[in-house]
């Protein structure tokens, strides 16, 4: 064997490559002499999918209508095989129903006579996906340490009896005691009050992500408002009722809310998501993902939701997404004659083009005084309206910005045939103002009317342009289109459209790339 096959460094890439793309190699590895044995091993046993192969390891074990238990009694002494591997394991998935007799529990827990109860029976454990379906008391013995960091608890909607919760509650308790170094924690599915309220305790973790529906109370997001370290927050809130959820907040103290809060992503009603902005006294967040829940929001509710938005993260914000879907629109037909849009700009309520519901211009130039601003994202239903005027003005707005999607209208069943979309205010004349001002985008994403191609001098690009994803249902001379995308993106190399129409930019994107291919 070579030396350098010896060395860790060289083994620890290997193995990573090993472990992602051919776990059977890893067994080949430990086999194969004493030196890669137990690094192999370790790649191995790292992180399981099942507790089965864990039990596999008990002396005398058998599986009996489906359940585990001993064939004959076995001692605490003779577990040293079962805990070398258990002490290998640090991520695990709790999500087969696997049925355990209690003496083989008891087994597991007795080691040498010494108490487990405060370590765990995995004692290097450091992430933990949980389904309630699962959550028995062998699960939950295998499913804490004092080095637990990670943990993922799917509790589904399902109504559950009282036995069920109490295991699932008692867990989290024994979590919160024995593993002090826990700092991330996700709840899906329904909680119960005493589950909230544990939860409500958890003061040290940094991020959370409570997606419960209408089990969260108010209570747990107010406790969860002043976790000191808390830096990435995603919660469900649509049941909310806001004169509610106001009136907590006026019971809270006087302490600082989201001190360390980075990112936040909220769906709820957008008068939750006005409230939730206004009591943040963060000063540090960086990334906004809005989804807002009402049937349809008007302007000047996005307007005042991104008045906050400015106010709480003016110099620090790099990413915001917007997100909102409905199937109550009002699309005008496109058939009244035609409109030069490069030269207006429709952002008027009284605009006969402007479709309903639709965001304005006016409420998307609220955010430009978000100067640090990278990746700004609008996925709706319907975009906002923007015409090729107005882009004059976006361009200069977010210098650094490295990606935009002005919104893409998408249908809601993939199966049928494209639905209606409203008529298109930007232009491909538009493109030119993206590629010489703004150097750092790398991907763009536009509802852009795509007839004819703009003729005239271009001065030398220097867009780093990447991708370009057009809201086009049609594309009357791939040729010519891709001729220009790359002149004033010299870099651009994919091309599509709408999700579900990415077969007529196939022709572009060939030309695409026979335009970046050497003659």
């Known amino acids: 064997m070579h030396s350098a096959f010896l060395i860790d460094e060289v083994l620890r890439r290997i193995f990573d490559f090993c472990a992602e793309h051919s776990r059977s190699t890893l067994i080949a590895a430990a086999r194969s002499c004493q030196a890669w044995k137990n690094p192999a091993l370790d790649y191995i046993w790292v992180r399981l999918t099942s507790i089965a192969p864990l039990l ?184 909310f009722d806001v004169n509610e959820l106001s009136e907590a907040f006026e019971r809270s103290s006087n302490s600082a809310t989201f001190s360390s809060l980075r990112k936040l992503r909220i769906r709820a009603h957008t008068s939750i998501m006005e409230l939730v902005l206004q009591q943040m006294q963060s000063t540090t967040l960086e990334s906004i993902h809005l989804e807002a829940d009402d049937a349809t929001p008007a302007s000047a509710e996005w307007e005042t939701i991104f008045t906050s938005v400015c106010e709480k993260s003016r110099n620090t914000l790099h990413e915001l997404k917007v997100e909102h879907h409905s199937e109550d629109t009002d699309i005008p037909s496109d058939n009244s004659g ?104 790398r991907s763009l994403a536009l509802p852009i009317d795509i007839e004819g191609t703009p003729h005239g001098p271009y001065l030398p690009s220097q867009s780093g342009l990447e991708r370009l994803t057009l809201g086009s249902h049609a594309t009357p001379n791939p040729a010519a289109l891709a001729a220009y995308l790359h002149l004033i993106f010299p870099k651009l190399h994919t091309i599509d459209g709408p999700h579900d129409q990415e077969t007529i930019y196939i022709d572009t994107q060939d030309a695409l790339v026979r335009l970046h291919t050497p003659s």
């Open 56 to 239: 596999d390891l008990i002396p005398n074990i058998v599986v009996e209508d489906g359940i585990y238990t001993l064939l004959r009694p076995a001692l605490p002494s003779q577990m040293h095989t079962f805990h070398s591997y258990a002490r290998r394991v640090k991520h695990i998935s709790h999500r087969q129903c696997i049925r355990v007799n209690p003496m083989v529990l008891s087994l597991m827990i007795a080691r040498n006579n010494l108490s487990t109860e405060n370590a765990g029976i995995l004692q290097d454990l450091r992430t933990v996906q949980m389904s309630s379906a699962n959550c028995s008391d062998v699960q939950t013995s295998l499913g804490f340490s004092q080095k637990l960091s990670h943990l993922d608890l799917d509790l589904g909607f399902k109504t559950r009896g009282t036995s069920l919760d109490d295991t699932v509650c008692s867990y989290l308790e024994q979590v919160s005691t024995v593993s002090p170094e826990l700092w991330h924690l996700s709840i899906r599915g329904r909680a119960s009050p005493r589950l909230n309220n544990i939860v409500a305790r958890l003061s040290n973790v940094h991020t959370l992500c409570l997606r419960m529906g209408d089990s969260l109370l108010p209570d747990t997001l107010k406790a969860a408002m002043q976790f000191p370290y808390l830096s990435e927050l995603e919660m469900h809130a649509s049941h």
């Open 338 to 441: 035609t409109t030069n849009t490069s030269q207006t700009s429709y952002t008027t309520d009284t605009d006969p083009t402007t479709t309903k519901n639709a965001m304005s211009f006016k409420v998307l130039r609220t955010l430009n005084k978000l100067t640090c601003l990278r990746r700004l994202s609008f996925d709706m239903t319907l975009p906002p309206t923007v015409c090729d005027q107005d882009i004059e003005s976006l361009v200069y707005w977010w210098p650094e910005l490295e990606h935009l999607d002005l919104g893409i209208p998408t249908p809601e069943d993939e199966d049928e045939s494209p639905s209606p979309q409203p008529p298109s205010n930007i232009t491909l004349a538009s493109l030119s103002l993206f590629s010489q001002k703004l150097p750092m985008l």
